[in-house]
């Protein structure tokens, strides 16, 4: 199937890139994507809420932001890459692993990626108009089988925080021993009755750590001090988790 079949704005005078501030009309079913090891494959479900066509690009990166459908460098085949979704349709779209050498002791991280052209009418081509492209980028977790420890939703439980103290100012570091990602969402300090904000969303590394900055003037030793994390589980949901620190 030809890019000039789907009816893509070949000519156009101006086309601009929207990564993620204009909102989709292609969405995808689900916030993450979780591919287990024993899995042949993963069906994505896409489905195209405008009222128009629009030809569609999916491929997969290994964590660079300005990866491309030319580029993709992660191990996976797509399959359709590209495509056609008609108005107020939907699309499956199959992910399989190629193989490689990941990590088995714990999860990798890669990015699924889904791009979107609005479709023109014919007579409008060679025509001066603004064509947005739309892309999602979603977050992907290759799972090995076997992982050692507890499962992936004991993951909150299973985080450790650290408070130090040095002459930068203090700061909390976040211990992850498990082999799953640690996806928070916001990270809060609360002591002397105020809920403090330690900046912005992190994602905590299997077998490694983060660490965030105390706000000046927070005593980092102050009795009932709690730390506040809200993750992310397997399903997109929330979990807010509390760690008493003394």
């Known amino acids: 199937m030809s890019i000039r079949n789907l009816s893509w704005p070949v000519g156009m005078g ?10 989709a009309s292609v969405v995808m079913t689900g916030t993450r994507v979780i591919y287990t090891a024993k899995a042949p494959e993963k069906t994505i479900q896409l489905t195209n809420n405008d009222d128009r066509p629009n030809l569609m690009q999916v491929w997969v990166d290994k964590g660079n932001p300005d990866s491309t459908i030319e580029k993709a460098d992660a191990p996976f085949v797509v399959t359709p890459q590209i495509f056609r979704m008609e108005p107020r349709n939907g699309q499956m779209v199959r992910l399989i692993f190629a193989g490689g050498d990941l990590p088995q002791d714990r999860e990798s991280l890669f990015y699924l990626n889904f791009s979107q052209f609005p479709a023109v009418k014919i007579k409008d081509e060679g025509t001066n108009k603004l064509v947005l492209m739309i892309r999602n980028r979603i ?15 004991d993951v909150p439980r299973q985080l450790v925080p650290k408070l130090h103290a040095g002459p930068g100012g203090a700061s909390v570091q976040v211990d992850n ?22 900046g912005d969303a ?18 980092p030793h102050s009795s009932g001090d709690i730390l506040k994390l809200v993750l992310v589980n397997d ?3 929330d979990i807010t988790h509390e760690y008493s620190l003394q």
């Open 14 to 23: 101006l086309l601009l890139l929207f990564a993620s501030a204009a909102p």
């Open 139 to 153: 977050k992907l977790f290759y799972r090995p089988a076997g992982l050692a420890g507890s499962p992936p939703g």
């Open 177 to 198: 021993p498990t082999p799953y990602y640690a996806v928070v969402r916001s990270a809060q300090w609360a002591a002397t009755g105020k809920n403090l904000s330690l």
């Open 202 to 219: 992190a994602i905590i590394p299997p077998l490694s750590h983060v660490a965030w900055s105390i706000p000046p003037g927070v005593a």
């Open 235 to 237: 399903y997109g949901g």
